[in-house]
């Protein structure tokens, strides 16, 4: 069974309580949501293999860590996925981005997919889907399935915030994958979003209403 990883640290809260507040413009909006998430970066890798590797150091050679060679993928759900890949980027460089679009139906509340394009090879790679709000849960869950229906096995849903009706989907339809999330709030309103939630991040990111 995958965990859910709520990853508290004063930081990111008094961060995220920036990014809530409604008079926060976009460009800080999105400053913020680069800076958070190359913090949770720090506990999404956290179990990333190692191995050691000789190193001289100004002193004498001897046995040091370094990341095992691996592929990692960075899959952010079109649009507002797209404010965490800097971040991570900038913690993961070597990693590759792959990108699924999807847009919920303003009246059925449903995803619908519009666009998939990965990295070669990605299906052995360590896959992290990367998107701020895990609302009903809909969207997250699409993405983990279209992902697993081409052949990836190692998955992790990264989220800034999520609703406790989103964990709970994505727990029942992909019970093997970890959920790494800075905060779980209360509910849903009538339009399925987060409350007290940040509202549209996609459009605060883009400042696009
Ligand atoms: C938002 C958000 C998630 C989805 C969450 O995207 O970025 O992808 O809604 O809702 P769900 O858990 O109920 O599926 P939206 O569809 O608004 O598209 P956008 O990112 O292009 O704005
Ligand atoms: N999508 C968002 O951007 N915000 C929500 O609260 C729910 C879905």
Same mark, same amino acid.
């Given at each position: 069974?995958?965990?859910?990883?709520?990853?508290?640290?004063?930081?990111?809260?008094?961060?995220?309580?920036?990014?809530?507040?409604?008079?926060?413009?976009?460009?800080?909006?999105?400053?913020?949501?680069?800076?958070?998430?190359?913090?949770?970066?720090?506990?999404?890798?956290?179990?990333?293999?190692?191995?050691?590797?000789?190193?001289?150091?100004?002193?004498?050679?001897?046995?040091?860590?370094?990341?095992?060679?691996?592929?990692?993928?960075?899959? @952010?759900? /079109?649009?507002? %996925?797209?404010?965490? $890949? +800097?971040? #991570?980027?900038? &913690?993961?460089?070597?990693?590759?981005?792959?990108?699924?679009?999807?847009?919920?139906?303003?009246?059925?509340?449903?995803?619908?997919?519009?666009?998939?394009?990965?990295?070669?090879?990605?299906?052995?790679?360590?896959?992290?889907?990367?998107? @701020?709000? /895990?609302?009903? %849960?809909?969207?997250? $869950? +699409?993405? #983990?399935?279209? &992902?697993?229906?081409?052949?990836?096995?190692?998955?992790?849903?990264?989220?800034?915030?999520?609703?406790?009706?989103?964990?709970?989907?994505?727990?029942?339809?992909?019970?093997?994958?970890?959920?790494?999330?800075?905060?779980?709030?209360?509910?849903?309103?009538?339009?399925?979003?987060?409350?007290?939630?940040?509202?549209?991040?996609?459009?605060?990111?883009?400042?696009?209403?």
């Amino acid at each position: 069974m995958g965990s859910l990883h709520v990853i508290t640290h004063p930081l990111i809260e008094a961060k995220l309580t920036r990014m809530r507040d409604r008079r926060t413009s976009s460009p800080e909006f999105r400053a913020l949501l680069k800076e958070i998430s190359l913090l949770m970066g720090y506990e999404i890798t956290r179990d990333f293999p190692t191995k050691t590797e000789s190193i001289e150091t100004p002193l004498c050679r001897a046995d040091f860590p370094v990341l095992k060679d691996g592929f990692f993928t960075i899959v @952010p759900i /079109l649009r507002a %996925g797209l404010g965490m $890949v +800097d971040g #991570l980027l900038e &913690l993961m460089p070597f990693a590759h981005v792959g990108h699924i679009g999807l847009v919920r139906n303003e009246e059925t509340h449903l995803p619908e997919e519009y666009y998939y394009k990965m990295p070669e090879g990605y299906e052995q790679s360590v896959v992290m889907v990367v998107d @701020p709000m /895990l609302a009903t %849960g809909g969207s997250a $869950v +699409d993405a #983990l399935t279209s &992902l697993k229906r081409r052949g990836c096995t190692n998955i992790r849903l990264v989220n800034l915030v999520a609703a406790p009706q989103g964990v709970d989907a994505v727990r029942a339809a992909h019970p093997d994958v970890d959920i790494y999330v800075a905060a779980v709030d209360e509910t849903l309103d009538e339009n399925a979003y987060i409350v007290p939630g940040l509202g549209d991040a996609g459009d605060r990111i883009f400042g696009t209403r």
